[in-house]
């Protein structure tokens, strides 16, 4: 689910939510405002006027509300940090995994990375 508010603090509002098939289903006449499971897996994908260390204090908290995993995505580097109960790690344009989930980010990315304009 892409924007869905959560029921932590004030609402949390990862850019994608990653729920079980099953688990929420979309209601076009009577939209959800805030939900109060935590997601097994939230991702957030860093812009340019976003702040990595804010986005990486708010994947902590989505950790302690009962998310299995944050994926904090910074595409100009091709750098994801995995934020889980044991820490956060970096890891750059490569596989990355969570329970059955897994994302070979070197077919987002593309294999070269180029940071000349």
């Known amino acids: 689910m892409p924007e869905l508010t959560l029921a932590i603090g004030n609402g949390l509002t990862p850019d994608i939510s990653v729920y079980p098939k099953d688990e929420i289903?979309?209601?076009?006449?009577?939209?959800?405002?805030?939900?109060?499971?935590?997601?097994?897996?939230?991702?957030?994908?860093?812009?340019?006027?976003?702040?990595?260390q804010?986005?990486?204090?708010?994947?902590?908290?989505?950790?302690?509300?009962?998310?299995?995993?944050?994926?904090?995505?910074?595409?100009?580097?091709?750098?994801?940090?995995?934020?889980?109960?044991?820490?956060?790690?970096?890891?750059?344009?490569?596989i990355v995994e969570s329970g059955e989930i897994k994302v070979d980010f070197q077919k987002i990315f593309g294999s070269d990375i180029s940071l000349s304009a």
């Open 25 to 52: 289903k979309p209601n076009f006449w009577a939209d959800i405002t805030r939900f109060e499971k935590p997601p097994l897996l939230a991702i957030e994908i860093i812009s340019p006027s976003q702040n990595i």
């Open 54 to 94: 804010d986005l990486l204090e708010k994947a902590k908290l989505l950790v302690q509300s009962g998310s299995k995993s944050v994926w904090t995505v910074e595409p100009f580097s091709h750098s994801i940090w995995v934020t889980t109960e044991n820490g956060t790690k970096l890891y750059h344009n490569t």
